[in-house]
């Protein structure tokens, strides 16, 4: 039975992957239903946060009774902009719930095990190892109130960061890691003096995540930024921020 529940937690992680970095301060959950040992329904956090995966997934499930749920992070008990999820959970008559995480949100933190199991289901933290640090980002930010940082560094042989003769110093592969990056973060910061050199588009070109473009922060303390640049056309599809200062 262990084997089964990491089964359905571990697909219940790879829904959550989608939506990494897409879904504003609320994180990104995986939810799968699961009847006769037979998956019914599964769902994840709707862009920009809202509904949550627990809703998406149950909502329009007509018989649901005795299902289990499998869920990535403790379901949340409070009341916000949408109604909690245990809720939903007790209304469609789910027996049993699972998650792999405890949501260190205050307003939720250990409190959805208690609730649901007033109501007579069965609710438990199973750990995942294989998934352990998924949720870094959120777990600093709710703890630190700081924004989880990942950082790109390029350099050639003869540790140059650029290459008079040609456009890249990095391989294909090397590319692609740095645009899945992308993929996964809500924003991206750079300088107008890198994006100046490198005509920068700054997005994600993965086929099938191209669609998607994070907020961008440029640093640009002297207005330097060319205006013919590749990149402007799509700073109109996308929120974009300009760093700099004004001496008093």
Same mark, same amino acid.
């Given at each position: 039975m262990t084997k089964n529940h990491n089964n359905f937690l571990n697909f219940a992680f790879h829904l959550a992957e989608k939506n990494l970095g897409k879904t504003k301060l609320n994180p990104s959950v995986g939810s799968v239903v699961v009847k006769n040992g037979e998956v019914i329904s599964s769902a994840i956090t709707s862009l920009n946060g809202r509904p949550h995966s627990e809703f998406n997934a149950l909502n329009n /499930?007509? &018989?649901?009774s005795g299902a289990t749920l499998y869920t990535t992070l403790e379901p949340c008990t409070h009341k916000g902009k949408t109604p909690p999820c245990v809720s939903i959970i007790i209304k469609k008559k789910i027996k049993k719930v699972y998650y792999a995480f405890?949501?260190?949100?205050?307003?939720?933190? %250990? =409190?959805? %095990? =208690?609730? /649901? &199991?007033? &109501?007579?289901i069965k609710a438990k933290l199973i750990t995942n190892k294989k998934y352990g640090k998924f949720y870094n980002s959120y777990f600093l930010n709710k703890k630190f109130f700081i924004p989880f940082t990942s950082a790109k560094i390029a350099i050639s042989k003869d540790y140059l960061s650029i290459h008079k003769k040609n456009k890249w110093i990095t391989n294909y592969r090397s590319r692609s890691v740095a645009h899945f990056l992308r993929n996964n973060h809500d924003c991206i910061l750079s300088t107008s003096k890198s994006i100046n050199l490198d005509d920068s588009l700054l997005n994600c070109r993965i086929n099938g995540l191209n669609n998607y473009k994070p907020d961008l922060f440029i640093i640009d303390l002297k207005l330097r930024l060319k205006k013919k640049l590749s990149l402007i056309n799509l700073i109109k599809k996308r929120n974009t921020y300009l760093i700099t200062y004004k001496k008093m």
């Open positions: /499930l007509k &018989n649901c405890e949501d260190p949100d205050f307003r939720t933190y %250990k =409190k959805a %095990k =208690k609730i /649901l &199991n007033s &109501n007579g």
